[in-house]
């Protein structure tokens, strides 16, 4: 038995993979990932110019999870570029370009580049929320469609979208609206939950330095969420576009509600931040004992079989 998917002609031996901005800056993290169980290559945001990020501290780990405000610290997209051809001579694990940016401009150049590159997808950022100045494209419906329709005609890859939480279904339904007429491939949803303050009772004071101590929740904080998001996806999509969960996924049980809910595979952050490369290989076999048990024979046979009360 093994959680194997496929996107569009793309094979993953895995279903389970890293999600982008843990342990995927450099290319001596990115050849771990391809080393380790992780189903995919999913490289950290980048920009046009490098970029150092937020001040520290700016990641702090709690027992349910983490607040974060690392402000996109990547190396510029041309290194990813690099660093995707050097990685695909060693592997054949799709690999994932996640695109940042802070105009359309940026965002087209990147894109145009990647469509060009060794990656086999293109997600496309709409969801940072540690970005002082720039709100988060997801929550601005025309911001969207404006960059998307400048996006989707640059070449054969298929692109994504990183969204942010929604917290009404309406706002589900304009996001859907926007994938069908753009024919978005995938989605991930969700990104860290933005905004979000952890305060130290002790000393007063928020764990995160950049934004007042504000930054994206991650973690078990933050499951539930998830699982309404591609869930609320899952049904608007009716499976024509493919959904990465992500959210608080620390076991195979995760993975198993998240592919009820509707997702074709995860990504694992906090998880992997806290626990390294070695967390994809356990959590599989977790997986893979709950399907055994329960006599399902892949995870396709899981996808959006949530029960109803
Ligand atoms: C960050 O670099 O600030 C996190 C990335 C993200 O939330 O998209």
């Given amino acids: 038995m093994n959680t194997k998917t496929k996107l569009l002609n793309k094979y993953f031996n895995s279903c389970i993979f890293n999600a ?43 027992p349910l999870g983490l607040i974060q405000s690392m402000g996109w610290p990547n190396l510029g997209y041309k290194k990813y570029i690099e660093f995707a051809k050097k990685i695909k001579e060693k592997t054949t694990k799709p690999i ?16 145009e580049a990647f469509q060009k590159s060794d990656v086999d997808f293109i997600e496309i950022s709409l969801s940072c929320p540690n970005l002082e100045g720039h709100s988060q494209i997801g929550y601005d419906f025309d911001e969207t469609e404006k960059l998307l329709s400048q996006l989707i005609n640059l070449g054969k890859k298929p ?31 969700i990104n860290s939950l933005g905004n979000s303050l952890i305060i130290d009772s002790k000393s007063e004071k928020p764990l995160i330095k950049p934004k007042k101590g504000r930054g994206g929740l991650s973690g078990d904080y933050i499951k539930p969420i998830a699982l ?23 076991t195979g049980e995760d993975v198993f509600e998240f592919l009820l809910a509707g997702a074709n595979a995860v990504q694992i952050g906090t998880t ?38």
């Avoid at 076999?285 to 109803?308: A, D, P, R, S, T």
Wanted: one cysteine or more.
């Fill in 272 to 309: 992997f931040e806290k626990e390294g490369p070695s967390c994809f290989q356990r959590i599989e076999k977790e997986l893979v004992e709950i399907l055994q048990k329960k006599n399902y024979k892949n995870v396709q046979e899981v996808i959006g079989k949530l029960k109803f009360l």
């Fill in 20 to 62: 982008s901005g843990v342990k995927d800056i450099t290319l001596k993290e990115l050849e771990i990932l391809a080393g380790s169980n992780s189903g995919a290559i999913v490289m950290k945001t980048c920009t046009i110019e490098p970029r150092e990020g937020n001040h520290n501290p700016r990641c702090v780990s709690t």
């Fill in 159 to 189: 692109i994504g979208l990183k969204l942010p939480a929604y917290l009404d279904s309406a706002l589900q339904e304009k996001m859907v609206e926007i994938i069908k007429k753009y024919k978005i491939s995938f989605i991930t949803c």
């Fill in 96 to 111: 994932i370009a996640s695109v940042g940016g802070f105009s359309i401009e940026d965002y087209k150049t990147i894109v």
């Fill in 228 to 250: 309404g998001n591609v869930q609320g996806f899952y049904n608007l999509l009716k499976n024509k576009v493919f959904i990465f969960g992500v959210g608080g996924i620390k």
